[in-house]
Nanobody
């Protein structure tokens, strides 16, 4: 079973930076794409950024130019560097892994979430 564990969340002042990490374990087949989602209280979970196995990235307009997703295959870890943080970035951030298993289907795996709080 694939497991994803996030870390690195915390409290930061507006304009500051944080780096989130997501460590993967129990992987039998390759993760085709990974991403970060976030959910603020009372809001729907939204896509923040994705990265494919080929290294292509995509960002929500709200974080473009401020957030950067990257990965370290040797450590089975994906990162989210967050700069110029704003109070509206406050949310629980979730790591997502999308797995394609030949002849079986496609599956999504989720981390437990890590809280990011940005104060004014």
């Amino acid at each position: 079973q694939v497991q994803l564990v996030e870390s690195g969340g915390g409290l930061v002042q507006a304009g500051g930076s944080l780096r989130l990490s997501c460590a993967a374990s129990g992987i039998i087949f390759s993760i085709n794409a990974m991403g970060w989602y976030r959910q603020a209280p009372g809001k729907q979970r939204e896509l923040v950024t994705t990265i494919t196995s080929g290294g292509s990235t995509n960002y929500a307009d709200s974080v473009k130019g401020r957030f950067t997703i990257s990965r370290d295959n040797a450590k089975n870890t994906v990162y989210l560097q967050m700069n110029s943080l704003k109070p509206e970035d406050t949310a629980v951030y979730y790591c997502n892994g999308h797995v394609v298993v030949p002849r079986l289907g496609e599956y999504d795996y989720w981390g437990q979430g890590t809280q990011v709080t940005v104060s004014s």
